[in-house]
């Protein structure tokens, strides 16, 4: 089904909704508005049951965009009532009765459509998360981030870019410049969480070869089109796949760290592929939460306290921790932290240098806007 979904276009946002990443119901509500068009398209095979639960879900959507969510629950209800194996109803049953502020109801609704999609595609558990009903996990669904950036990938830059003013590879870019020429040349760079190619953009200019990994296929598309890129793979930071080279000088990741909880495993991995003395630059967004929370908009926000151990545990000493404005959410400015840290060898390590570096080598704190 997420294949058929996901091929809507920019313009079919309807006014009422926000173009914030990361709510899988926002893409929802609008690619079902549409959806008739797109069923035929695909020649999707559809029971009866499925064809009138999906006609009394349009009904629900259309009253969620009026704010009625009683009446919206009831034709959900309808929904699920001609098709009671449809996950995507209990889901949008679950983020109503969350609209109207009906947390048992939404924890119920959401329990069912896990049982249903056990991969969780539309992201049950971070709301069960959210909501207090489900335990932190270390990191959001991988399945979850990737159907969420594929059905994103074709108004991603319109979106980010011109909505919500984001600007995370430009304060990386700023971030790092001046220490490029300290990276021993030809400067191969490394783009964690590619996406389209914005960092690419921005970056190439300055540096040698870029390659990328996006967990996103079409996401990777977009950046393919750009031919800014060596080599772009569709995988997990977490856990790079061979195709991609070792000796980076600089490895880059702008806005894509907040898609995981516990970093310990994506600056290992990364660390790996570097050169020593070779440097990382990154986004996250502050938390006061040690180590880490889940954010409303549904990104992990990072304790101070923590992120210095796992850089130290992962071989990385601070060299600057500036703040900056990274794009725009619901009107407000989303403050992002942007660090430059080099990666050392273990003996380094052993002899404790990653602290020292950290205090002689970190400027006064500074924020770029
Ligand atoms: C907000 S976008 C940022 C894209 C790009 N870095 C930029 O600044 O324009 C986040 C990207 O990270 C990717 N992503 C999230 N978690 C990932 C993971 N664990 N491994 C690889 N890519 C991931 C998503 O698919 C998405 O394309």
């Not at 209990?90 to 947390?103: C, M, N, P, Q, S």
């Not at 000088?249 to 310990?264: I, Q, R, S």
Request: proline share 4%; with cysteine; charged share 25%.
């Amino acid at each position: 089904m997420l294949c058929v979904l996901s091929a809507f276009a920019d313009d079919l946002l309807p006014s009422c909704q926000s173009p914030e990443i990361g709510r899988y119901s926002d893409i929802r509500l609008r690619r079902r508005v549409h959806c008739a068009a797109v069923f035929s398209d695909f020649k999707i095979e559809m029971s009866t049951d499925r064809l009138l639960a999906s006609r009394r879900l349009d009904v629900a959507l259309a009253l969620v965009t009026q704010g009625d969510y009683a009446a919206a629950a009831e034709v959900a209800q309808a929904a699920i009532a001609a098709d009671a194996r449809w996950d995507e109803a209990h889901f949008t049953l679950g983020d109503i009765y969350e609209r109207a502020g009906e947390a048992e109801n939404a924890i119920e609704a959401y329990r069912q459509y896990l049982i249903l999609d056990p991969i969780d595609r539309m992201g049950g558990e971070v709301r069960l998360t959210l909501l207090g009903a489900a335990a932190m996990r270390d990191r959001l669904p991988p399945d979850y981030v990737r159907a969420l950036f594929d059905d994103y990938a074709p108004r991603f830059e319109i979106s980010l870019r011109d909505r919500l003013s984001y600007r995370g590879p430009e304060l990386l870019f700023e971030a790092v410049r001046e220490q490029l020429d300290a990276i021993a040349g030809p400067i191969e760079v490394l783009d964690l969480g590619c996406g389209t190619g914005l960092v690419a953009e921005v970056f190439g200019g300055a540096v040698d070869m870029i390659d990328g990994i996006d967990l996103s296929p079409r996401m990777i598309n977009r950046a393919q089109a750009k031919g800014l890129y060596r080599t772009l793979i569709a995988g997990d930071i977490t856990a790079m796949p061979d195709a991609l080279g070792t000796g980076y000088g600089l490895v880059v990741a702008a806005d894509v760290l907040n898609y995981l909880g516990d970093l310990a495993p994506a600056l290992r991995a990364a660390h790996a592929r570097m050169k020593p003395g070779g440097l990382m630059v990154f986004s996250l967004e502050h938390g006061d939460v040690f180590p880490y929370d889940l954010g409303p908009g549904q990104r992990f926000r990072h304790h101070e306290r923590a992120m210095d151990e796992w850089l130290r545990e992962c071989g990385f000493a601070v060299l600057s921790d500036t703040y900056g404005t990274l794009r725009q959410e619901k009107g407000n400015p989303v403050e992002g932290r942007i660090m430059v840290v080099r990666a050392i060898d273990g003996l380094d390590l052993l002899a404790g240098d990653v602290a020292q570096l950290r205090e002689q080598d970190l400027p006064v704190a500074q924020t770029i806007h």
